[in-house]
């Protein structure tokens, strides 16, 4: 029994017992009272008439009427005269009729009181006694009501009582219910801090606690910044802060492979040329200082065009990657502008060229980088900040404008979503869910999510992309009864009515509810988190699971990350790659799996390529793996 429920049960126990009590003891003491009141009018009575019947004539007519006088005046319900001998002389007996009181109160109050008693006297002889009894019934009336009133009374101060208990009790349930919360939220290893309530012992409850979640805080913060520092020791180059020609080339890998719509976008290369003359000529100082001031350019326009990403190939070339970015003119401009304002700083000293072309899923990156390395000596050949921007071949292209993609989506979705599986396993090779990317039906084949998802997001057509997937999902999940992990875009979460739709699609299939794994990329915990905490919130409660796709080290800065009660996260392909054969990149993966167990999230890779690369990450304490190396035994898939 909750508590709350005994604190109710006590103060109704405790009223009963009052009102009990008080009834009882107000009727006994009425009762007797009214018992001392009436003996003593019996005794009264009986000695006035007597008296009176003494001073008289004996004639038995006169004493009759006498008698029967008396009694009709209806406030005696026994008059008995008796001679000495005890025989009858004259009695007169009224029905003992009680009205406008319950039975049952009669019988429970019945008055005990012995009847008055007289001695009536002849000269010096005695002629006989008389015995009278007063009606009750006057007295059972006014008992009866005395106890109504007094239960009305008590009625009304029981209401008043329990309305002061209920305003009690609320404010004891509030804070309670928080501190309640709170402890629900640390067992669930998300550590959120409460307000401190008036109550003096949960307050001092809900400051241990308090306590407790700031000390975690802490923990994750001190955390985060050794793996951020690990990362940085270990990936970024020490002069412009950015990613080193490894980890970016990793980066670009993991984007081509993708199944996302980061799939696809466009990838700059930008040369300092004749860096060795250079270097000479500004000294080294001023050409570190050229350097980091060519690389914060990159990646403030990356930023500003996206979710762009910076790397330094080598001494000279950097390059800049633009998930989900198709406007190669555009983009090319800006760059341009951003370059040319660069050279003129140091007097067009130097020359910057660059060179653009766009990637797509499945292809080759030694290629790619080849093809545009040619474009990027090509543009260093012309004038000065000259540029190259690599053609699109029109095999390629689906469709040319925006109204033949909008038609063709629509017609697309119309048609349904084709869901491919990619398991995600555990350590026993066991099925922890399947990834369903999204297949649409274009130009007559199934394309992949990286060709069409660029378009569903400049048509502003992702809310109905994922509601048509979470569709899908449902079916599959209803049919299979395996679990399956469905990919969210960040824009559907701006769009107000998506949430609503989809917590009505779950609902109308609560079974299902709780093979449903939601996942969505770090930059919207980053960029949205207000967002996510409220979708967290919806989908929660149903039984859902929510996670992080494409995570990196930075996971630990995310606001309020450990309030949202994530259950897995999916470490981002580019941090596992070659993992068997880098012992600093152990490190680092070692030290986000321990951060995210802290907080009772589930560690899966993404990318993985091997069995090999599998077993060293579950070693380092991975929780699931997923990739194109990955792949479920026949046993355990008969088996689910």
Not at 66 to 76: E, N, R
Not at 114 to 136: M, Y
Not at 223 to 244: G, N, Y
Not at 401 to 416: C, F, I, P, T, V
Request: negative net charge; hydrophobic residues 40%; contains cysteine.
């Amino acid at each position: 029994m909750s508590l709350i429920k005994q604190l109710w049960l006590t103060i109704v126990v405790l009223l009963l017992l009052a009102f009990v009590g008080s009834l009882l003891i107000g009727v006994t003491s009425s009762r007797h009272y009214i018992e001392q009141e009436i003996r003593i009018k019996n005794t009264d009575n009986a000695n006035a008439l007597a008296l009176s019947m003494s001073q008289m004539e004996k004639d038995p007519v006169i004493l009759e009427l006498l008698l029967a006088a008396q009694f009709d005046t209806g406030h005696y319900r026994r008059i008995e005269l008796r001679d000495p001998e005890g025989e009858v002389i004259e009695q007169r007996i009224a029905n003992d009729h009680i009205e406008d009181v319950p039975g049952w109160f009669v019988e429970l109050v019945r008055f005990d009181i012995p009847a008055g008693q007289a001695v009536i006297q002849d000269g010096w002889q005695q002629f006989g006694t008389l015995e009278l009894e007063s009606q009750h019934s006057f007295a059972y009336r006014s008992l009866w009501r005395s106890s109504l009133e007094l239960a009305g009374w008590f009625a009304i101060a029981g209401v008043i009582s329990l309305l002061l208990a209920s305003w009690i009790v609320r404010t004891i349930r509030l804070p309670l219910r928080d501190v309640v919360s709170q402890a629900q939220a640390i067992g669930e290893r998300r550590f959120a801090t409460a307000r401190e309530p008036r109550t003096l012992e949960l307050r001092e409850v809900v400051q241990a606690m308090n306590r407790l979640s700031g000390a975690v805080r802490q923990m994750l913060g001190e955390e985060s910044d050794k793996l951020d520092q690990l990362r940085r020791r270990m990936q970024h180059d020490s002069v412009t802060a950015i990613p080193t020609r490894g980890p970016f080339l990793d980066q670009l890998q993991a984007h081509l492979s993708s199944d996302s719509d980061d799939a696809s976008g466009t990838l700059a290369l930008v040369r300092v040329a004749r860096l060795a003359e250079v270097n000479q000529q500004l000294g080294h100082n001023a050409t570190d200082a050229l350097l980091a001031k060519v690389a914060r350019s990159l990646k403030q326009l990356g930023h500003l065009s996206g979710d762009g990403k910076v790397g330094r190939l080598n001494g000279s070339d950097f390059a800049l990657i633009v998930p989900r970015h198709h406007d190669l003119e555009t983009l090319g401009s800006e760059l341009k502008t951003c370059l040319e304002g660069l050279s003129r700083e140091h007097d067009d000293a130097i020359s910057l060229p660059s060179a653009l072309c766009e990637y797509t899923q499945g292809e080759s990156r030694a290629k790619l980088l080849a093809s545009l390395d040619g474009a990027l000596s090509a543009a260093e050949s012309q004038e000065q900040n000259g540029q190259v921007i690599l053609s699109v071949p029109a095999s390629s292209v689906l469709y040319t404008s925006h109204e033949e993609w909008r038609k063709a989506l629509k017609q697309a979705l119309d048609q349904g979503v084709f869901l491919a599986h990619y398991p995600v396993l555990d350590p026993k090779g066991h099925l922890i869910h399947h990834e369903v990317p999204s297949r649409l039906r274009l130009k007559e084949e199934w394309q992949p999510a990286g060709v069409f998802l660029p378009w569903v997001s400049r048509l502003a057509m992702s809310a109905e992309l994922d509601l048509a997937v979470v569709s899908a999902a449902l079916k599959d999940t209803e049919t299979s009864g395996k679990p399956v992990g469905i990919n969210l875009s960040a824009h559907s979460l701006r769009d107000g009515r998506f949430v609503s739709e989809l917590l009505t699609r779950i609902r109308s299939r609560p079974d299902c509810a709780s093979r449903l794994w939601f996942e969505l990329p770090q930059s919207v915990a980053m960029q949205q988190p207000k967002a996510l905490q409220h979708l967290c919130k919806e989908l929660l409660p149903l039984g859902c699971r929510m996670g992080l796709e494409h995570v990196s080290t930075q996971f630990g800065k995310i606001e309020g990350l450990q309030d949202l009660g994530l259950t897995f996260m999916k470490i981002d392909g580019s941090l596992s790659q070659d993992i068997e054969n880098q012992s600093q990149q152990q490190s680092l993966l070692r030290g986000m799996c321990t951060l995210a167990h802290s907080l009772g999230i589930m560690a899966i890779a993404e990318g993985v390529a091997s069995r090999a690369a599998a077993n060293t990450l579950f070693e380092l304490g991975m929780d699931g793996v997923t990739g194109p190396g990955i792949r479920q035994n026949k046993d355990d898939q008969d088996q689910d």
